[in-house]
C-alpha cells in the first residue's frame, strides 16, 4: 500500500545569526545572576560537573548515572524548545536551527549537520544527522574511565530529545552511532520519530526512572481491528514520565513499597492517584494478594458500613444474604480507600478502630473477625483542613498520614505531555483500528498552553475523542482536540528580553522586592488595591486569558475567577 502521506520535508538551514541567539542572554554580575530566556544560569568549573558524574558512576553504577543525566538533559531541552519557541513566535525552522547553536553557546558541543535536519508537521516525519564534535561528555569519559563499550554523550542526547520533542509534539529519539569514548574519530547521532527506531527500547531506559514506570513504545503500521487492547492494557498502564516532579513521586512510591506502611496519596482529580497505588501494590510484598479498591465518595452514607466490613443475613432491610467486606475480600493484600475525605464521621470512628486493631465486626454480627490489610488513601481535598473543619477525625488522620505522598498536577509536569499523548494515541488508534500520523504543531502548543484542570485523566478524554474524529491515515488538529466545550487556549509570548544596558542601568534584581513594598507603603494603597492592580496587570499581559493570568500570579484559575467575580461584585 503507498504511503497516503508523502515525505514532504522541510529542510531546516545549517547558518546561524549569533546575534538573535545573544540577546536572550543577559549577564547581570552586580546582582549575581546570568539569564537565559530570564531563566537562571550558572556558569561553573566542568571538571566539577566531571567530578560529580564521576561520582555518581561510583555509587550507583554506570547505568543509573546514564539515565540520571540522560533525564536532566532531556528537562533542559523542553525548557529551552519551549522559551525559543514562544519568543520566536512558533517559526519551527529557526527555532530548530537555534537549538543546537545554543548548546554551542552553553559550552557542550560543537555541532557539524552531516545532512539538512528534515521535518514535515502534518505527517510527523522527521529526521536529523549530525557530527558532534569536541563533547565535552565523551571527552570527560575517555579521560576519567577510559575506552567504553557504549556512547558517553548522554546529557546531549537527552537534551536534542527533549528539545526535539517538545517541538514536534511527539517523542523524537536521538540516538548516539558513534562516540569519541568508543574509539571513534568523532561523535555522531540521528534523530528520527521513535516508531522509526527499530531498537528504541534500549535507548528509551532513561524515561524509567523505577522499574515500574512505563516508557513510550513503538507503534506499528495499521493495527488489525481488536488487536490493540492486549498490548496496551498493562497492569501498571501510562506511569510515563521524565519531569523532576514525576520522578520525585516515583522514587518516594519504590521506597515506601516494599513496607506495610500506610500510605495518604494526595492531588487533585485525574492525577493518577489509583493508578499509582496499583503500583506501590504491585512492586510491593503483597503483590500476589488481592487489591481491592473502593470510592468513598461513591457510596450512600447508610450503605458504607456494609460496604467495608460487611454484613450479616437479617441486619437490615434488603439483607438477604450474609457477605464480606471490602476489608475481608482485601485481607492479605491491599485495600486502596479513594476519596478517603468523603466518608461520613461515624464510618471514620469504625475504620480507625480496625486500622488501629486490626480486627472487625460485620453490620449484625458479634464475631469478631481478624484482617490484615494494607491501606492506600487518597484524597483530592486537604485534610488537615477537613480535620479543622471538623468533617474529618483528627485520630484518624494522623493514623493515615504515616507516608504522605503528593501527585504533582500535570500542568506542573508538561515536559510529560508528549509522552502521555504518545501512549495514549497510540492505545485509541489501536482499539479503533485507525492509523494517526500525528499532531499538528498548532495542535501541540494548545496542549502545551491549556491549563488541565482535569489532569491526566482529562488529557486521556481529549485524545481518544481526538482519534476518532481525526481523519484515518491524518493529524490530530485542534478542532479534533477541544470539541467539548473547553476553553482553546492563547498563545501567550512573554515579554521581550530586556538589552543589556538596560539591565545595568536598573537596580541588582535582589533589591527589586524590597523597592516594590516600599513603593506601595509609600503610595498609601490598601492590601484590596494592590491585589486589584495585580489581577488587572496580570490579565492585560496576557491578553485577557484567565488561566494564563492565573499562573502568572502563581493561582488556580478558579481562584483568580473567584476574585474577580467578588470585585465584579463588589
Known amino acids: 500500500m503507498s504511503d497516503p502521506h508523502p515525505r514532504r520535508l522541510t529542510s531546516i538551514p545549517r547558518e546561524v545569526d549569533d546575534h538573535v541567539i545573544s540577546k ?10 546570568i539569564l537565559l530566556f530570564d531563566q537562571r544560569m550558572l556558569l561553573m568549573h566542568g571538571f566539577t560537573l566531571a ?38 513566535k512558533g517559526e519551527l525552522e529557526r527555532i530548530l536551527a537555534y537549538g543546537p547553536r545554543l548548546r554551542e553557546m552553553e559550552g557542550f558541543v560543537r555541532n557539524q549537520a552531516v545532512d539538512h535536519v528534515q521535518f514535515n508537521l502534518e505527517t510527523g ?50 540516538r548516539e552511532i558513534e562516540c569519541v569514548a568508543m574509539g571513534h574519530a568523532r561523535c555522531r547521532v540521528i534523530g528520527q520519530p521513535l516508531e522509526e527506531c527499530d531498537d528504541a527500547e534500549a535507548h528509551l531506559r532513561f524515561l524509567q526512572v523505577e522499574d515500574f514506570i512505563s516508557a513510550p513504545r513503538r507503534r506499528g503500521t495499521r493495527p488489525a481491528p481488536g488487536t490493540g487492547d492486549a498490548e496496551v492494557n498493562r497492569s501498571l498502564p501510562d506511569l510515563i514520565g521524565a519531569s523532576s516532579s514525576f520522578n520525585t513521586v516515583a522514587y518516594l512510591i519504590k521506597r515506601v513499597a516494599p513496607t506495610d506502611a500506610t500510605v495518604l496519596l494526595t492531588g487533585e482529580s485525574g492525577v493518577g492517584k489509583e493508578r499509582f497505588s496499583k503500583a506501590l501494590h504491585a512492586i510491593g510484598p503483597r503483590t500476589g494478594k488481592p487489591f481491592v479498591s473502593i470510592n468513598c465518595a461513591a ?15 437479617g441486619a437490615f432491610t434488603g439483607a438477604t444474604v450474609a457477605r ?48 490484615d490489610v494494607r491501606i492506600i488513601a487518597a484524597t483530592n481535598r486537604d485534610l488537615r483542613s477537613e480535620v479543622e473543619a471538623g468533617r474529618f477525625r483528627e485520630d484518624l488522620f494522623f493514623r493515615l498520614n504515616v507516608f504522605p505522598v503528593k501527585i504533582p498536577p500535570l500542568r506542573e509536569r508538561r515536559e ?42 482529562e488529557l486521556e478524554n481529549i485524545i481518544e475523542r481526538a482519534v476518532i474524529l481525526a481523519e484515518d491515515n ?36 535582589a533589591d527589586t522586592p524590597s523597592r516594590l513594598i516600599d513603593g506601595i507603603l509609600d503610595a498609601g494603597l490598601s492590601l484590596a488595591e494592590v491585589e486589584a492592580l495585580l489581577i488587572d496587570a496580570a490579565l492585560q499581559r496576557t491578553a485577557g486569558n484567565l488561566s494564563a493570568a492565573a499562573r502568572l500570579l502563581k493561582l488556580r484559575r478558579g481562584q483568580l475567577q473567584y476574585r474577580s467575580d467578588k470585585r465584579s461584585a463588589s
Open 24 to 33: 536572550y542572554v543577559r549577564f547581570a554580575p552586580d546582582s549575581g545572576q
Open 51 to 88: 567530578a560529580l558524574r564521576q561520582e555518581l558512576i561510583e555509587r550507583l553504577g554506570l547505568e543509573r548515572t546514564r539515565e540520571l543525566f540522560t533525564r536532566l538533559g532531556y528537562q533542559q531541552g523542553m525548557e529551552d524548545a519551549r522559551r525559543l519557541h514562544a519568543s520566536e
Open 125 to 174: 516525519d522527521f529526521w536529523s544527522d549530525y557530527y558532534w564534535e569536541s563533547s565535552w561528555e565523551a571527552e570527560v569519559h575517555l579521560k576519567q574511565s577510559g575506552i567504553s563499550g557504549s556512547p558517553a554523550c548522554w546529557m546531549m542526547t537527552g537534551y536534542a530529545t527533549g528539545f526535539t520533542t517538545a517541538l514536534m509534539g511527539r517523542p523524537i529519539l536521538w
Open 299 to 313: 457510596i450512600p452514607h447508610e450503605l458504607v458500613e456494609a460496604e467495608l466490613f460487611g454484613v450479616e443475613k
Open 324 to 371: 464480606p467486606g471490602r476489608f475481608e475480600r482485601a485481607s492479605g493484600g491491599t485495600l486502596f480507600l479513594d476519596e478517603i475525605s468523603s466518608l461520613p464521621l461515624h464510618a471514620q470512628g469504625k475504620l480507625l478502630r480496625v486500622l488501629q486493631e486490626g480486627e472487625l465486626e460485620r453490620v449484625g454480627d458479634t464475631q469478631v473477625r481478624q484482617v
Open 416 to 457: 510529560d505531555i508528549p509522552l502521555l499523548v504518545d501512549a495514549f494515541v497510540k492505545r485509541y488508534a489501536a482499539r479503533f483500528a485507525k492509523h494517526i500520523a500525528g499532531l499538528t504543531q498548532t495542535a501541540s502548543e494548545k496542549l502545551w498552553a491549556y491549563d488541565w484542570p482535569g489532569n491526566i485523566r
Open 474 to 509: 491524518g493529524s490530530i488538529d485542534v478542532e479534533h482536540l477541544f470539541s467539548g466545550g473547553e476553553q482553546v487556549p492563547d498563545t501567550v509570548l512573554p515579554p521581550p528580553p530586556v538589552a543589556p544596558h538596560a539591565r545595568e542601568a536598573e537596580a541588582p534584581l
